[in-house]
């Protein structure tokens, strides 16, 4: 079910709208003080952890940090591990 948020042009509370389908008002009664509230561009990603953001990113910018990592070799995770020497007997 979308939810759309609204913002009092008033108070500037915020008022949380459970839309139907075809239901996307533009404007609502404010929640908190009944003036006029405009909707707004809810964040639900502001919720989201780090972790579910990354799972929503495009995959194209997974491509670019793996561009960005071919070309930068400073940021070669493994740099250090092939800089090591075996160990040898002396
Ligand atoms: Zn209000």
Same mark, same amino acid.
């Given at each position: 079910?979308?939810?759309?948020?609204?913002?009092?042009?008033? /108070? %500037?509370?915020? *008022?949380?709208?459970?839309? &139907?389908?075809?239901? @996307? =008002?533009?404007?609502?009664? /404010? %929640?908190?003080? *009944?003036?006029?509230?405009? &909707?707004?561009?809810? @964040? =639900?990603?502001?919720?989201?952890?780090?972790?579910?953001?990354?799972?929503?990113?495009?995959?194209?910018?997974?491509?670019?940090?793996?561009?960005?990592?071919?070309?930068?070799?400073?940021?070669?995770?493994?740099?250090?591990?092939?800089?090591?020497?075996?160990?040898?007997?002396?």
């Amino acid at each position: 079910m979308p939810i759309f948020e609204f913002r009092c042009n008033d /108070c %500037d509370q915020i *008022s949380t709208y459970f839309s &139907r389908a075809n239901d @996307r =008002p533009e404007t609502i009664p /404010c %929640d908190h003080c *009944s003036a006029k509230a405009d &909707r707004i561009i809810s @964040r =639900p990603s502001v919720r989201l952890s780090m972790t579910s953001k990354m799972e929503k990113l495009d995959p194209k910018y997974d491509r670019m940090v793996d561009k960005a990592m071919r070309s930068t070799p400073e940021a070669d995770p493994d740099r250090h591990l092939k800089r090591l020497k075996p160990l040898k007997d002396s």
